[in-house]
């Protein structure tokens, strides 16, 4: 079976200061793992994914997650929270549970940038 | 432009009415699939399909209805069986390298 945990459904930072979203995964198999951002009332557009390679992978808009499978984590990072990153971002892995591609989500974690 | 269309965006419902929310997707992905969105749970997957017709049942199934009959196509019916059906759904298809591209949603209010 495939879960992803995000830790803490509301984060709080200031403009310029460090983002950083928890995600903890469990998967069977070597995982596929994506962040996705979800603006009101939007569907979600992918910010980065982790496949195979490099563990540390780069994003949109400033973004990057780094994989660590000791951890069993994929947590996201900014340097520097602007404004236009208040949203909500969901951590999900991607497996064939039963032969079928089937992705799980997170239960998501609303970002506020306080200026 | 490629993409996934949902519609409408918002619609409302009577109680013990069926109704059936669009997703078109001109992508050309072979699998689609069909989310609940409610505040604070994330996304719950209702429905999926890998092929022309052929479904599956996702976590969340009981209520809800599909059918898969053209690879551009997955209608997702909420019926009168589904107790508590208010709720932002969201239609998604993906690629062999499953990254999933999302619709813009239809937001369903039961009155």
């Known amino acids: 079976a495939q879960s992803v945990t995000q830790l803490g459904s509301h984060v709080s930072v200031s403009e310029g200061a460090l983002v950083l979203l928890r995600c903890n995964y469990s998967?069977?198999?070597?995982?596929?793992l994506f962040w996705y951002v979800q603006y009101p009332n939007q569907g979600l557009q992918l910010l980065l994914k982790?496949?195979?390679?490099?563990?540390l992978v780069k994003g949109i808009n400033g973004f990057e997650a780094e994989f660590k499978k000791s951890e069993t984590s994929f947590h996201l990072t900014k340097p520097s929270a602007h404004m236009s990153d208040a949203a909500e971002y969901f951590c999900?892995?991607?497996?064939?549970?039963?032969?079928?591609?089937?992705?799980?989500f997170g239960t998501g974690t609303k970002l506020q940038v306080i200026p | 432009d490629g993409g996934i269309t949902q519609s409408p965006k918002y619609l409302f419902r009577k109680e013990g009415q069926n109704v059936t929310l669009s997703c078109e997707q001109n992508?050309?992905?072979?699998?689609m699939y069909w989310y609940r969105q409610d505040p604070g749970q994330g996304l719950r997957l209702i429905y999926y399909?890998?092929?022309?017709?052929?479904?599956q049942k996702g976590d969340i199934a009981e209520g809800y209805s599909v059918s898969r009959e053209k690879k551009e196509s997955f209608p997702l019916t909420v019926t009168s069986a589904q107790k508590n059906p208010t709720a932002f759904y969201l239609c998604?298809?993906?690629?062999?390298?499953?990254?999933?591209?999302f619709g813009p949603g239809t937001r369903l209010t039961v009155l």
């Open positions: 998604a298809s993906s690629t062999d390298s499953r990254e999933s591209f």
């Open positions: 998967s069977s198999v070597p995982p596929y």
């Open positions: 982790y496949t195979t390679g490099a563990t």
């Open positions: 999900a892995v991607s497996g064939y549970p039963g032969g079928y591609q089937k992705v799980t």
């Open positions: 992508l050309n992905h072979d699998a």
């Open positions: 399909s890998q092929i022309v017709n052929d479904f």
